[in-house]
């Protein structure tokens, strides 16, 4: 059998691409290159250029290869675009995904992996944030992730067709063969990074008077390796004939911009130059996660949680790779 991977050429789509040849799986990628870069994909993956809302596409991608589950990860990401460009981000999210999730079902193609998202939760209430936490999104990003959850909800309970949404906090950190390479980037990590290396400007932290310890905002950073080992695990769940599952993934444990930042001069032994900035609208103080269903459900528990490991992991795909995937 064969896994569809949609979003196969960006960050966290290559690296489960990756992890899938290794488990001896093939995998075959749907992909635009909308946001995303054709030498990401792993050299044994079959790819396709083209888009997740292009019925005729999906439909011959299914009957050339026996795909038994779609593993769903092509998505626009971008907060602030979302908001100007609220459309865009429904279009390409949430229609173009009812139309690969109706075009698979007509293929029998009845398991899938979703890439939800924290956003989803909006401003918690309650840290760390179970997966029972009211979903109130703030953004079209979020509430686009939030329709596909109930669009997969409501197709399961018509159609039996499975599913297991995965809510990730702040994906980070690199295999040695995929990395992170956003254009514009927008990641703390990778713009830290950056700095450090004297390749982008300075950093900007986003404001210092929240009622975290030192001010700045507190994330849940997850090793992009163990992200990929969370989806093999949701494969393996649906094809032994488990329900379908709405899932946190992240570390347990927050960081603050600051101690990011102090990892990251820790890893690469250089400062990390950086400006305060006024609060973003619409960033909690706060998001980290409660994963203790993820490891009930599907036995995962991240193998890579140390800040330092994760930086270092980034850090060393950046040294290897200086432009990215355009090098
Ligand atoms: N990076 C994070 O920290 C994070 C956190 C929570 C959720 N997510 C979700 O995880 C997924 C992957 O994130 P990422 O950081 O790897 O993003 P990414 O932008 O690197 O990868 C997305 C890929 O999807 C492709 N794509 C977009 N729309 C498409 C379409 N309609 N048809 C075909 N291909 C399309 C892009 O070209 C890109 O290669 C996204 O759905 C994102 O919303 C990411």
């Not at 197709?155 to 297991?164: I, P, S």
């Not at 004939?241 to 250089?270: K, P």
């Amino acid at each position: 059998m064969a896994v569809l991977v949609t979003g196969g050429a960006g960050y966290i789509g290559s690296v489960l691409v990756e992890a899938l040849v290794a488990a001896g799986e093939r995998a075959v990628v749907l992909d635009d290159l909308s946001r995303g870069h054709r030498a990401a994909v792993h050299p044994d993956a079959v790819f396709y250029q083209g888009r997740t809302g292009d019925r005729e596409l999906v439909a011959r991608i299914a009957h050339e290869h026996p795909l038994d589950a779609c593993v769903h990860f092509a998505a626009f990401a971008y907060v602030g675009e979302s908001v100007s460009e609220p459309g865009r981000y429904f279009d390409n999210n949430f229609t173009q995904a009812q139309v690969l999730f109706e075009t698979l079902l007509a293929a029998g193609v009845k398991r899938v992996v979703f890439s939800s998202t924290c956003a989803t939760y909006g401003v918690p209430t309650a840290v760390p944030i179970a997966e029972s936490h009211p979903q109130w999104p703030i953004n079209p990003y979020g509430w686009s992730k939030l329709f596909v959850e109930r669009l997969l909800e409501s197709f399961d309970r018509a159609y039996g067709q499975r599913f297991v949404a995965l809510r990730y906090f702040n994906a980070a950190g690199a295999s040695t063969r995929c990395g992170e390479h956003h254009e514009p980037e927008t990641h703390l990590i990778p713009l830290a990074l950056r700095a450090a290396a004297d390749r982008g400007p300075k950093l900007k932290v986003f404001g210092r008077d929240y009622d975290t310890p030192d001010g700045t905002a507190i994330r849940d950073y997850v090793h992009v390796g163990d992200l990929g080992e969370a989806h093999l695990l949701a494969l393996a769940h649906l094809r032994r004939g488990g329900d379908s599952e709405l899932l946190n993934l992240g570390t347990g444990t927050g960081y603050s911009v600051l101690e990011v930042i102090e990892a990251a001069r820790r890893v690469t032994g250089r400062d990390v130059p950086f400006e305060s900035a006024a609060r973003r609208e619409g960033d909690p103080p706060r998001l980290v996660a409660d994963a203790s269903r993820a490891r009930a459900v599907l036995g995962w528990t991240p193998r890579q949680p140390s800040l330092d490991g994760i930086v270092r992991s980034a850090w060393d795909w950046m040294q290897a790779h200086p432009d990215g995937y355009r090098g």
